[in-house]
Nanobody
């Protein structure tokens, strides 16, 4: 699967952005989808993930209540709605896909073998 992320930009603290990721191929529904981010000088970190059925989600603590991940299997897309953005959310955001058949819970620990190119999110204070 090939992934193309978009929607990043510059926003003031407290603002919102919506990231989108479009996937190629006809087996999108078989992948667990996730968003990760990497800030300058830091390691890449898990942000959110959604199950194949879209019924289950997983979020890192720092974004709970502010970010929402969603997917539309019919359109092969996954989105990350980011509200109440903070300067510490500034990073390059990546969408990723996991075909790991054992990935049925604890999505942050799944093996993500497919990655998009990243989109920059900058939050000014």
């Amino acid at each position: 699967v090939q992934l193309q992320a978009s929607g990043g930009g510059l926003v003031q603290a407290g603002g919102s952005l919506r990231l989108s990721c479009a996937a190629s191929g006809r087996t999108f529904s078989t992948y667990v989808m996730g968003w990760f981010r990497q800030a300058p000088g830091k390691e890449r970190e898990f942000v959110a993930a959604v199950s194949r059925s879209k019924l289950n989600t997983d979020y890192t603590d720092s974004v709970k209540g502010r970010f929402t991940i969603s997917r539309e299997n019919a359109k092969s897309t996954v989105a990350l709605q980011m509200n109440s953005l903070r300067p510490e959310d500034t990073a390059v955001y990546y969408c990723a896909a996991s075909s790991d058949v054992s990935c049925i819970s604890g999505y942050r620990r799944c093996q993500y073998g497919y990655w998009g190119q990243g989109t920059q999110v900058t939050v000014s204070s």
